[in-house]
């Protein structure tokens, strides 16, 4: 059997080489199957290199990279179309509900950047109770902010602005 150092934790003949081994690589609970890779394993620690002599290391990137911009696109495309369920323009739906620049949204869309986690989140529970974008604009108009302040703070003239 061959064994090597660890290049990790550096102990003595802890790596052992394997061949033919399946890895699953999982992404924000999407996950991916790579098959026939050889490598080493540390029985000490874990960790794993890939055989540079295999195309190994080569495939388990490729299908990583592949996954991550999978991802990106599916989310983009889920985004728009949450979106246009809601009859937002992209403009309207950085206001309402991003804070974010003016071409966040189509940046999220096209999958160039993923879009925050709470924003996701908020999109899709607007695409299940999309009733609740009349709360949005009516929070996002500051009617009731106005009202707080001015309890707070009676001697203060308060302007919430668009």
């Excluded at 394997?18 to 098959?35: L, N």
């Excluded at 592949?66 to 937002?88: P, S």
């Excluded at 869309?109 to 109770?129: V, Y």
Aim: negative net charge; contains cysteine.
């Amino acid at each position: 059997m061959k064994t090597q150092q660890c290049v990790n934790c550096g102990t003595q003949d802890a790596m052992q080489h394997f061949e033919g081994r399946s890895f699953t690589i999982d992404y924000k609970q999407v996950a991916r199957q790579v098959h026939d890779i050889a490598g080493w394993e540390c029985r000490s620690c874990g960790e794993i290199e890939f055989d540079h002599d295999t195309d190994s290391a080569e495939r388990y990137s490729r299908v990583s990279d592949q996954l991550l911009e999978d991802y990106a696109q599916a989310i983009g495309t889920e985004m728009k179309r949450i979106r246009r369920k809601l009859q937002l323009t992209q403009k309207d739906a950085v206001k309402l509900l991003s804070g974010g620049g003016h071409n966040a949204f189509s940046r999220y869309e096209r999958g160039e950047i993923a879009p925050p986690q709470p924003l996701f989140m908020l999109m899709r529970l607007l695409d299940r109770h999309p009733h609740l974008m009349a709360e949005v604009r009516a929070l996002s108009e500051g009617t009731d902010l106005k009202q707080l302040l001015a309890i707070c703070h009676p001697e203060q003239e308060i302007v919430l602005t668009p």
